[in-house]
């Protein structure tokens, strides 16, 4: 039986049983190679989940809109190891229980999707402390490094290219699972911190920003840089941050669910070379 | 006899409109972007691509427009109007459902109040539509009644040659002709055969579709809820359309000066209908969707006549999640009598 | 001839120590570069990145951020969590090709006015020899004027 049968027969007893009111998993996407988000909420309906290497989005943010735990009720999730660290990292910001949350969890591997068998975040620890540290594709890697390599007025050229291009559709923010305020900073307008308009300036500091928001909490999924219409290498920036929260602070973003957040703690021998 | 324009003399065209005083744009592939951009050589363009990621309204109606600068004195207010530039340009490469969006929103733009800012740039730009070779699963022109080889908004239009030499020319407007003039030379007389367009089925019934959204019970239907359940609500879909034309206006700047702009605003937005007293009358996603939908195939077309939509699938496309008009338009077009 | 360019420069500093410290300077007789405009703040942990980047929108050459030493906060901690956050932004700053010597982050206590008086002229200095940050003043520059189109 292959892995998607295993999880429609586990979805169909998860909802009989009433253990979950809601799976949400991958359907059939517009074309052979899109997945498209499913929410399945009846037994019946188990057959529109589909779980092949195509599954790639970090369905966890459809778990934040408001509302949708508040009854105490369980959801079922399908989730690759990405995914379980936003459960945690929601968690020790207080967004969500994970106790509402079973995965159904699995990664891929060699283009096929392979099980992982917690079904609770907290079962994944030692999977995640063993991903501690995995970094960039090695094509991306390699353009890391050759921006690490430029000089900072170059960098920035190429920043004001990249970011030339946005047209501030939030795309990357609303596909994120960490991006949950109910008010964003750049729709706040009393006092308007970042220009809202889609100038180069205005996209230079939106783009900064969410990347400092973002600093130590993203897990690296790569969901605002697919989702990007104007193909802005966003994950580029993120594993920067995340990097130096690892590197600086030992801070490896959703390790479980009580793990601080990297900013809002802090230790007094915490390094600062920099400091006049 | 036909006019044929040869792909080897293209360069000499491009030549021949810049000294008559055109800037010349086509899509081109930069930063990992296909967009319309000004081009020197007919090598920069990307011409054999099925349409690219952002269209042509971008550059008459702009993401970010400056209207005034102000500023403000204890004695008085100045302001200084900002006004485009009347700028001669030849967009070249253009995909017939991209110039038939700019055709969508001619009558919006002129309605009660001529737009100058978007009306000064159509007027003096000559669009040079290239018929579709081919389409992918996303196209869905002929299911808006539209084609793959449609002249709608088109000044020019160039039909691809079968065996690929070139395409043969065929103006539709004045301005079309005018612009053939400066490169009378370098086309030439020959019947050629052209390329048949690419044959796209129709997604669905597009009456049908209207039908039901004109009739007032689909208003709370409960299919935009089951349609829209996956929207993320960002505006990817909004800002890559060809029609789409709502826009915010935003003073930037501080209490004694700044600059009034328009702004691309998007109804997917949560914040495209909050009240200052915190009410939203679309609060959930899904009146937002509906109010999209409703707006490019029932408002629009109660106001104007025509559907706001042209048909070139980018909403799908590029949606993060796999969403866009073609498949609520199949729900609606496939629900029960 | 035109003039000598002189840096315009943003200090955000904590009002306990450094703008004391500032201050110390002042009743002191100490003079420092004239460059420098302070904003005074409750507590560096009060001083959000965005105001680094507000002060460079609207044109500044070099932002200086200061407040109390380790251990000093008058709110205990504040200074712990912003060092955190300076560590991470400036990582940002310098990936994004905004260049180090341009933000400056330092400690200034009540009774180091002699410190912050020579951090400034230092500052002041080293950006005059940066010249103006016209990389990103440029992006201001370019939304003022209208579209080319």
């Known amino acids: ?276 | 006899m036909t006019r044929i324009l040869l792909n080897s003399r293209l360069d000499e065209c491009l030549g021949a409109w810049r000294s008559a005083g055109f800037s010349v744009f086509a899509p081109v592939k930069r930063a990992e972007l296909t967009r319309f951009d000004e081009v020197q050589k007919a090598a920069e363009m990307s011409l054999d691509i099925v349409m690219p990621e952002r269209t042509i309204k971008d550059h008459f109606f702009l993401q970010t427009e400056p209207l005034i600068k102000y500023t403000i004195t204890k004695q008085q207010i100045d302001t200084e109007e900002m006004v485009p530039p009347e700028r001669k340009r030849v967009f070249f490469g253009v995909r017939p459902c991209d110039a038939s969006g700019l055709d969508i929103d001619d009558p919006l733009f002129g309605w009660d109040y001529k737009d100058d800012y978007w009306f000064k740039r159509r007027d003096n730009s000559v669009i040079v539509t290239i018929a579709c070779a081919k389409a992918d699963d996303f196209c869905m022109c002929t299911s808006v009644g539209l084609a793959p080889d449609t002249a709608k908004g088109s000044d020019l239009m160039l039909h691809p040659l079968k065996d690929g030499r070139g395409w043969l020319v065929v103006p539709h407007t004045d301005r079309g002709k005018a612009l053939l003039e400066p490169v009378a030379g370098m086309l030439q007389e020959e019947a050629a055969e052209t390329a048949p367009v690419p044959s796209i089925p129709a997604k669905f019934d597009l009456e049908r579709v209207t039908a039901w959204l004109a009739s007032p019970e689909s208003f709370e239907s409960p299919l935009w809820r089951e349609v829209s359940q996956r929207c993320i609500g960002c505006g990817s879909c909004t800002f890559l359309c060809p029609t789409c034309h709502c826009f915010d206006i935003q003073d930037e700047g501080d209490t004694y000066s700044g600059i009034r702009r328009k702004n691309w605003d998007s109804c997917s937005f949560a914040m495209f209908t909050m009240h200052t007293s915190g009410h939203n009358p679309r609060n959930t996603q899904s009146t937002r969707w509906r109010q999209r939908i409703m707006h490019k195939f029932n408002y629009y077309r109660g106001k104007f006549g025509v559907n706001s939509c042209s048909g070139c699938g980018r909403c799908t496309r590029q949606c993060p999640v796999d969403m866009g008009i073609t498949e609520t338009l199949q729900e609606i077009s496939n629900l029960p009598k | ?149």
Not at chain 1, 18 to 32: D, N, Q, R, S
């Open chain 1, 1 to 276: 039986m292959g892995l998607q049968e295993q999880y429609r027969k586990e979805a169909a007893e998860l909802l009989s049983s009433g253990e979950v009111k809601l799976v949400i998993g991958y359907g059939e996407g517009t074309t052979a190679d899109r997945r498209r988000p499913v929410f399945v909420r009846s037994a019946e309906l188990v057959s529109r989940l589909v779980l092949d290497a195509s599954g790639v989005a970090n369905l966890s943010a459809y778990l934040v809109p408001e509302g949708l735990l508040s009854d105490g009720k369980k959801v079922a999730v399908f989730l690759k190891p990405d995914g379980v660290r936003s459960i945690n990292i929601l968690a020790a910001e207080a967004q969500l229980d994970p106790g509402q949350v079973v995965i159904l969890g699995f990664d891929i591997e060699g283009g096929q999707p392979t099980p992982l068998p917690g079904r609770k975040a907290s079962d994944y620890a030692p999977l995640i402390e063993s991903l501690k540290g995995s970094g960039l594709s090695p094509e991306l890697q390699a353009e890391a490094d050759r921006l690490e390599q430029m000089g900072a007025a170059e960098r920035f050229e190429y920043w004001k290219e990249q970011f030339s291009k946005c047209i501030k559709c939030y795309a990357c923010r609303q596909v994120c699972p960490m991006c949950y305020c109910r008010r964003c900073i750049v729709d706040v307008n009393q006092p308007q911190w970042i220009n809202t308009s889609s100038h180069t300036l205005g996209n230079f500091e939106w783009n900064i920003i969410r990347a400092f928001h973002l600093a130590g909490r993203c897990v690296a999924c790569g969901g605002c840089d697919r989702s990007c219409p104007v193909n802005i290498p966003l994950r580029l920036i993120n594993h920067r941050m995340a990097k130096e929260a690892l590197d600086t602070f030992g801070h490896y973003a959703g390790e479980s669910a009580d793990q601080k957040p990297v900013l809002a703690t802090f230790r007094q021998d915490d390094p600062e070379t920099f400091i006049l």
């Open chain 3, 1 to 149: 001839m035109s003039e000598p360019f002189e840096p315009k420069i943003v200090a955000f500093v904590c009002t306990y120590c450094t703008y004391a410290g500032a201050d110390l300077a002042g009743t002191s007789r100490m003079k420092y570069a004239p460059n420098v405009r302070i904003v005074r703040l409750p507590c560096t942990g009060r001083i959000s990145p965005m105001f680094i980047l507000k002060a460079l929108q609207k044109g500044a050459d070099g932002v200086l951020v200061s407040g109390c030493h380790p251990g000093d906060c008058h709110f205990a901690q504040g200074n712990y969590h912003a060092r955190r956050r300076w560590t991470v932004f400036r990582a940002l700053l310098a990936f994004t090709g905004i260049p180090e010597e341009r933000v400056k982050f330092s400690w200034v206590s009540a009774a180091e006015g002699a410190k912050f008086t020579e951090l400034i002229n230092g500052i002041t200095d080293s950006i005059r020899a940066l010249g103006p940050f016209e990389q990103y003043q440029e992006l201001q520059k370019v939304i003022e004027t209208q579209s080319t189109y």
